[in-house]
């Protein structure tokens, strides 16, 4: 209703988003995540979303629907695509996109050994789940007054058939699934630390547009990345000491020729250590993105962490804090987006974020860090990275 007159003659996950239908973003968004059999289960319009995708071959997938009409709940629905469904499968919504990384929601899930494990925002505000410090859903309330309430589950849910033993009857609401779930302690949840994109209505479809729109934008670290760095324990606290990289601007000459813009992620600890103040800091900022604008490269914005590292922050790398502000202020995917770092803990950040990581500098470093938890590229020097993001 919200979406009218686009969804007179379409369903809501077939709006329009980049140039192409909603749900061919959360399809390819599954295929990257290695999963490729989908079941989609239609209702209103279902026929245009039908005929669209067939049976998913040119899309890579194989599509399977399950059919009925438009005023089942998704319990219902759910119900009825029983035969099609296998052990454990993933349920998502069709009209809302976050950040998700399947083997991450599996691992908590297979972690608990509960019949479910959803995928959550934290808010504290308008909250439909109670999230405790073991990692279970202790409550699901959908009439969202319930004490200590602190998150919103956004689908993308990994569940076992076992849920069904849960039914009353075929036409029960899947709320009251999730609610009879959480009160048995069947419920396991996984954080997003991103925020969560709908197409539900004209303004928020908006939103999803310019954040699922194609961006060239590169996350990088300051001191040993872009710039020498201070030796250990010691900080550039005047622009005089601040010295360029070359090989690094190079690099971001030649990819701010290719289109690339950047976002400066770094921390600065000297200022809660009382080395320096915060306008230092920012003074070395302006200098440094003057300078690299007169070399034609583009500066979006630098994220400062200025907390000592005895402070309890969620700034400070290898906290994850920076990257996910930059991606919500930017709106960038970040599983499509790459932070580039010389130290671990940049890896460290970036994997806590769900977001591509580059790693400058020798790999025996990375050695402290499992490459199975923390996938990184490892590049010699910044130039390197080109060829990656060209033809990825
Ligand atoms: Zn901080």
């Known amino acids: 209703m919200r ?9 809501k996950p077939m709006v329009p988003v980049c140039g192409r239908p909603f749900l061919e973003h959360l399809l390819e968004q599954l295929r990257g995540e290695g999963i490729t059999e989908v079941v989609l289960l239609t209702g209103y319009l279902g026929d245009v979303i039908e005929s669209h995708f067939g049976d998913g071959s040119s899309f890579g997938m194989r599509i399977s629907y399950s059919r009925g009409p438009e005023d089942w709940d998704t319990g219902r629905r759910l ?65 969202r007054t319930a004490s200590g309430l602190n998150a919103v589950e956004i689908g993308y ?59 060239k934008i590169l996350l990088i670290d300051r001191d040993g990345t872009i710039n020498e760095k201070a030796p250990r324990g010691e900080y550039i606290t005047r622009w005089e000491d601040f010295r360029f990289i070359p090989s690094a601007v190079a690099g971001m000459k030649q990819l701010a020729g290719l ?21 230092q800091v920012w003074e070395i900022d302006r200098q440094m993105v003057a300078a690299l604008a007169g070399e034609g490269i583009t500066i979006l914005y630098s994220y400062y962490c200025l907390h000592h590292w005895t402070e309890v922050c969620s700034c400070r790398k290898p906290c994850p804090g920076l990257l996910l502000q930059a991606s919500r202020d930017f709106l960038l995917p970040l599983p499509q987006t790459w932070y580039i770092g010389d130290d671990p803990r940049d890896c460290t950040a970036a994997w806590a974020a769900g977001c591509r990581a580059a790693y400058l500098g020798p790999a025996g470093e990375l050695k402290l860090l499992s490459k199975e938890q923390y996938p990184a590229l490892v590049l010699q020097e910044l130039p390197d990275m080109i060829p990656m993001i060209v033809s990825p």
């Open 259 to 279: 289109g690339w813009s950047f976002i400066v992620i770094s921390n600065q600890a000297g200022v809660g250590r009382g080395v320096m103040t915060a306008e």
């Open 3 to 11: 979406l009218r007159p686009i969804t007179d003659s379409m369903p």
């Open 157 to 215: 849910m990994l569940l076992s058939r076992r849920i069904f033993e849960f039914y009353r009857q075929p036409d029960c609401s899947f709320s009251e699934i999730l609610e009879r779930l959480a009160l048995e302690g069947q419920l396991a949840g996984y954080l997003v630390g991103d925020v969560y994109y709908s197409v539900s209505d004209p303004e928020r479809l908006k939103i999803t547009e310019q954040y699922l729109a194609p961006k």
């Open 79 to 143: 119900w009825k695509a029983r035969p099609l469904l296998k052990e454990q499968f993933f349920l998502l919504y069709g009209d809302n996109y976050a950040t998700f990384l399947a083997t991450r929601v599996e691992k908590m899930f297979l972690h608990h050994g509960r019949l479910g494990c959803l995928s959550l925002h934290a808010r504290e505000k308008n909250a439909n789940i109670r999230f405790s410090a073991d990692g279970l859903v202790d409550a699901y309330d959908r009439s």
